[in-house]
Structures are given as structure tokens and as C-alpha cells.
Nanobody, 119 residues
Framework: QVHLVESGGGAVQPGGSLGLSCAASGFTDFTFSSYAMNWYRQAPGREREFVAAITRAGDSTLYADSVKGRFTISRDNAKNMMYLQMNSLKFEDTGVYYC?????????WGQGTQVTVSS
């Protein structure tokens, strides 16, 4: 069973930066590098929304328009890790951030890490 654990969340002022990490484990039939990885977030009272995606090899990324140019997704397949560097944070970036792993149509989720942007 794939297990994902997010970390790095916290409170930050607008314009600040945070770096999130996602540690992946529990791989049996397939390695971490076989999984496309994504970040999602969910603000209070809103549905979970896509933030960023990265291909299995880490050679291509995709971002939601709301975070493009401010957030950077990356991964280290040797360490079974994924990251999200968040710069120029805004109030509307507040929410729980989730790590997501997808392989052959099957997805796994972490428990989430809270990010609060507040003055």
C-alpha cells in the first residue's frame, strides 16, 4: 500500500514562502518513479482543487493558473520525495495541501498539511 506523508506546512504572511514535502513509501509492484505525482489543496468550504503536477521522470510539469509563476513542483525519485516550493503567497493560497500519486488509473492520497497565509 502506497503511503504518502506531507510536511512543511505552517503559517506565513502574504508575500512569504513555504516549502512542502511529500514522502512516499510502501511501494511493492511499482517504484516511486512509476507514479505521476500531483499537489492538490482544499480551502475551507471549498472543493479540493488541482495545484500542480509532475511527470514520472520529472521532465514535465503543469500548474493551475492561480499558482503559475509562484509555485514550483519537483521530485527526487532516488529519495521517493516530491516537493512544492511556494513563493509570493497570497491569502487565497490558504488551505490543506495534499500529495497525490497516480499509477495506471489508481490514486493515493496523503493526510494533508495545513498552509495558512495571514497577516
Amino acid at each position: 500500500q502506497v503511503h504518502l506523508v506531507e510536511s512543511g506546512g505552517g503559517a506565513v504572511q502574504p508575500g512569504g514562502s513555504l516549502g512542502l514535502s511529500c514522502a512516499a513509501s510502501g511501494f511493492t509492484d511499482f517504484t516511486f518513479s512509476s507514479y505521476a505525482m500531483n499537489w492538490y489543496r482544499q480551502a475551507p468550504g471549498r472543493e479540493r482543487e488541482f495545484v500542480a503536477a509532475i511527470t514520472r521522470a520529472g521532465d514535465s510539469t503543469l500548474y493551475a493558473d492561480s499558482v503559475k509563476g509562484r509555485f514550483t513542483i519537483s521530485r527526487d525519485n532516488a529519495k521517493n520525495m516530491m516537493y512544492l516550493q511556494m513563493n509570493s503567497l497570497k491569502f487565497e493560497d490558504t488551505g490543506v495541501y495534499y500529495c497525490n500519486a497516480v499509477h495506471d488509473g489508481r490514486g493515493y492520497w496523503g493526510q494533508g498539511t495545513q498552509v495558512t497565509v495571514s497577516s
